[in-house]
């Protein structure tokens, strides 16, 4: 029997045939991940036995006796607040200072952006040898010109700096993208504000800064998803910066040193994957999420603010 | 569309979820239907990964394939309980079907958790009577109230290593016995180079490869928990003498900062750079494998092995020490178990097996069999080890549903003390306990 469709089925038909892709995407990557964890929220369910309900249980075990909770909130607000601001700013920076080199100006771009690539357990691992407070060079130098070096990695106060250097150093990609928006603002509005006795800092203040504000805002966005989420450098930095052997039988406990270090998505890991504790982990997964989402729909309303500011 | 079809979207897409989810909740489940004389292949993953662990874990596992000549055995080595973990979780025909793990930490959620499989109606099916040949203190760590999840698989015991270069150069007759001469030796012991050290007595700080706090309390021979299952370490009078113990080693040597620091200069554990093997330390807290790894890497001073002093007050039970050990078991989702005993059966309980095995690998037999051997390796310093074992006042962890989730937390604990950050201990350790507690409540159904 053939299928006769009104136009307007139609239309509706081939609509979602575009749309199809997404669709499907979208279901499978997003809202059914997201509708599991608000459902295994309720749940004990350590994997393989089958879940039960336990109402709010997971919940008041996270805000009330997950000891870790706290500090690792903490430790991923800081890195978000510092590690995003201080990325911004130092990439910036550098775009700024690469697009005024005339001579070698290849050399210098390609010099900076080579750390980005520089697989992220490799570079860890390189910064945790070179700031050994016993044997690392850093350390070795400053103690040449009488500076004690910190314990880097080894004290809690200076392992999440530690790792904010361990960022900065691999900043190439937003180098790339600050270069590019930088190079993009129209030349004739630098020769009006100077026919006008603009100083560099004028230029920067009224000429560069409005034309990169969306590319600013894109950096801290995509920042701070990324730094929520922060994960493979703070575990091997602690991992091997503990020195604690890590053999068949062993599990490695995130944090290191005194839990500085332990980041919400490292907890979400090892409640999970190392205990068996489904629900737990996805009442982080989704207090992490809320957070993102809150920040992140902040600072797409500020960007609204500050497109209307400038129309 | 009309608008009433509207307010049943949502429902109906989250029962829709719902039912996808109760369904991905389920993972392959197993079966013991197989006949075992059957040809099959059977899945075997474990950790080791020395190429002469690996070569023996091989060449028991020819032993086994010629005695069955219908089990084929696919082997793979250097597994992580990580690794096994996910697998196991994920099921499929990729799964191992015979698992080990190199601690028993885990055990308790093994069994709790239904991932191991029970092995006692496989011993009572082939008459293995497991009070007969395993010692009880072994069959403790491989079950969970009453399920019998895991078997031994080699045992660790854990000794005190000293070199005995530098005991003559300190003037030392002989290792220490009781904690206060421990103390006393260390200090002795400990040179200094400038701000840092030339060599460490014994460096107690519990981030050290093998110090992990559990492991040095078990001297003092501590009950974790009561007999409702409730953490007691505040209420255990050894948990205070214990810790002021680790600080008076600590103050002997210099104190927490400078030992930190020390030790963050040494090499790998399972390296010729391991610290004691580098003269860096001189006495250690190890098991009985890094006696072979001595003797192969012929270190350039003599050494000796002792058991590690106990609590002045509790002399008489001198020769004991921390037990653990791997064991190994049969995964819930291999549609195989039968064949999967046979192979458990042969590793664990077979005496010329666990000899053999454990004369390659420089491990404590497991089985009373086994211990009693004649042809088990002579070495004076091995024995040492397997007097350790044998010991009655030698300790184990206890299981916990939850693996070994109350000993992370005892180790966090303990690395916020040797800091000098938790400034009333008693107040702590009650914290610790409620800590304990609130875990274990968690994680049962």
């Not at chain 1, 994997?47 to 430790?75: C, H, S, T």
């Not at chain 2, 079907?97 to 011993?123: H, R």
């Not at chain 2, 300790?395 to 400034?423: C, I, R, W």
Request: aromatic residues 12%; charged residues 20%; hydrophobic residues 45%.
């Amino acid at each position: 029997m053939a299928l006769t469709l009104s136009n307007p089925a139609r239309r509706r038909l081939r609509t979602l045939g575009f749309l199809s892709p997404w669709l499907i995407g979208f279901s499978a990557f997003f809202a059914y991940p997201l509708i599991a964890t608000v459902y295994f929220s309720f749940m004990h369910y350590n994997q393989i036995q089958k879940p039960d309900f336990v109402g709010l249980r997971n919940w008041k075990y996270v805000f009330e006796q997950m000891p870790l909770f706290g500090p690792a909130l903490w430790n991923t607000l800081w890195l978000v607040v510092v590690m995003v601001a201080l990325r911004v700013v130092f990439g910036l920076s550098l775009g700024l200072l690469i697009t005024k080199i005339k001579t070698g100006a290849g050399f210098f771009r390609t010099a900076f952006y080579l750390p980005y690539l520089a697989p992220p357990v490799a570079a860890t691992v390189a910064f945790v040898f070179l700031l050994n407070p016993s044997t690392g060079p850093v350390n070795e130098v400053l103690a040449h010109v009488g500076i004690t070096g910190p314990n880097w990695f080894n004290d809690a106060n200076w392992a999440k700096p530690s790792l904010v250097m361990l960022s900065l150093w691999g900043i190439g990609d937003l180098m790339v993208i600050f270069m590019a928006a930088l190079l993009d603002v129209p030349k004739e509005q630098y020769e009006a504000a100077e026919l006008d006795g603009a100083g560099a800092w004028s230029k920067f203040r009224y000429v560069t800064w409005p034309s990169i504000t969306p590319i600013v805002m894109f950096a801290v966005v995509t920042g701070v998803v990324q730094t929520m989420q922060y994960y493979t450098q703070a575990l091997v930095a602690g991992k091997i910066a503990s020195g604690v052997s890590i053999g068949p039988g062993s599990v490695i406990q995130p944090g290191y040193p005194d839990h500085s270090t332990l980041t919400v998505p490292q907890l979400v890991y090892s409640m999970g994957f190392q205990n068996f504790n489904t629900g737990a982990a996805c009442v982080l997964s989704l207090v992490l999420f809320a957070i993102a989402m809150a920040v992140t729909m902040l600072l797409m309303r500020k960007r609204s603010g500050l497109l209307a500011a400038e129309d | 569309m009309p608008r009433w079809r509207i307010p049943l979207r949502a429902p109906m897409a989250l029962a829709a979820a719902g039912l996808l989810l109760s369904g991905c909740a389920n993972p392959s489940v197993g079966s013991a239907d197989d006949d075992p004389t059957k040809p099959v292949t059977l899945k075997f993953w474990h950790g080791w990964s020395a190429p002469g662990e690996v070569k023996a874990i091989n060449n028991s596992i020819a032993r086994f394939e010629k005695l069955h000549p219908n089990i084929r055995v696919e082997s793979t080595g250097n597994v992580t309980d990580a690794t096994i973990n996910q697998a196991l979780r994920a099921g499929g025909d990729e799964a191992p079907d015979v698992v080990t793990s190199f601690t028993t930490n885990n055990v308790g959620q093994y069994c709790d958790s239904g991932m191991w499989a029970d092995l006692d109606p496989f011993m009572r099916k082939s008459g293995l009577d497991k009070s007969k040949v395993f010692p009880k203190t072994l069959l403790d760590y491989t079950s969970y109230e009453g399920d019998q999840c895991a078997l031994p698989l080699l045992a660790d015991a854990y000794g005190m290593y000293y070199n005995k270069d530098a005991f003559k150069e300190a003037g030392i007759s002989r290792p220490p016995r009781t904690m206060s001469e421990f103390e006393a030796d260390a200090r002795k012991l400990t040179k200094r180079a400038g701000n840092s050290y030339r060599r460490v007595g014994f460096m107690p700080n519990f981030r050290l490869y093998q110090n992990s706090p559990d492991r040095l309390f078990a001297q003092w021979g501590p009950t974790y928990f009561d007999a409702k299952g409730d953490s007691r370490l505040a209420k255990d009078p050894s948990t205070y003498k214990f810790f002021d113990t680790a600080h008076k080693l600590v103050e002997a040597q210099g104190g927490y900062n400078a030992l930190e620091r020390f030790r963050t200069s040494f090499g790998d554990e399972m390296s010729t750079q391991n610290a004691f093997m580098s003269g860096k330390l001189a006495m250690h807290l190890d098991g009985e494998w890094r006696g072979l790894m001595m003797n192969e890497a012929k270190v350039g001073f003599d050494w000796g092995v002792a058991p590690l002093p106990v609590p002045d007050d509790q002399a008489e039970t001198y020769g004991r020490g921390y037990l653990t050990g791997t064991v190994a078991g049969i995964a819930h989702s291999s549609r195989h178990q039968n064949a999967a005993w046979e192979l458990v059966k042969f590793l664990t309980s077979d005496t010329d097996q666990v000899v053999s095995f454990a004369n390659a690998i420089h491990n404590v037999p497991s089985t009373f069999a086994a211990l009693k051997s004649p042809k088990l390796d002579a070495d004076p310093t091995f024995r040492t080890f397997l007097g350790i074992a044998q010991n009655k006042y030698s300790q184990v962890m206890p299981p916990s549903t939850n693996g070994g989730m109350y000993v992370t937390s005892l180790q966090d604990f303990s690395y916020s003390v040797e800091a000098g950050k938790v400034h009333d201990l008693k107040k702590g350790l009650r914290e610790l306990d409620r800590q304990i507690d609130a875990d274990t409540l968690q994680s049962k159904s």
